[in-house]
Nanobody, 116 residues
Framework: QLVESGGRLAPAGGSLRLSCATS????????MRWFRQAPGQKREFVAA????????YYADPVKGRFTISRDNAKNTVYLQMNSLKPEDTGVYYC???????????WGQGTQVTVSS
């Protein structure tokens, strides 16, 4: 089970920190990712972190502003979002992908709204 939290209304230029708490899976066996979906748009990749937390990947629109991290002791992945823009508005989803790419799990999403 993946449960996202931290989404809310924030002003442009502000910051938010999203969390995704996991349970029922061997957390350090899973690569973790964040996706987002704006109204009327397809779900898009935002950021990813490998199992150890040492390697990260970002979509171009968020590079330099967002930081993904994980705490394997707490079975939780985070997304620190700085310098928010209105185009960051959307539902943010947490995704777990097993190292062998066999299992994938999604959270229910958390709404982020950035006001201009």
């Amino acid at each position: 089970q993946l449960v996202e939290s931290g989404g809310r209304l924030a002003p442009a230029g502000g910051s938010l920190r999203l969390s995704c708490a996991t349970s029922g899976l061997t957390f350090n066996y899973y690569h973790m990712r964040w996706f987002r979906q704006a109204p009327g748009q397809k779900r898009e990749f935002v950021a990813a972190v490998d199992r150890s937390g040492t390697t990260t990947y970002y979509a171009d629109p968020v590079k330099g502003r967002f930081t993904i991290s994980r705490d394997n002791a707490k079975n939780t992945v985070y997304l620190q979002m700085n310098s928010l823009k209105p185009e960051d508005t959307g539902v943010y989803y947490c995704n777990a992908r097993s190292n062998d790419n066999v299992f994938r799990y999604w959270g229910q999403g958390t709404q982020v709204t950035v006001s201009s």
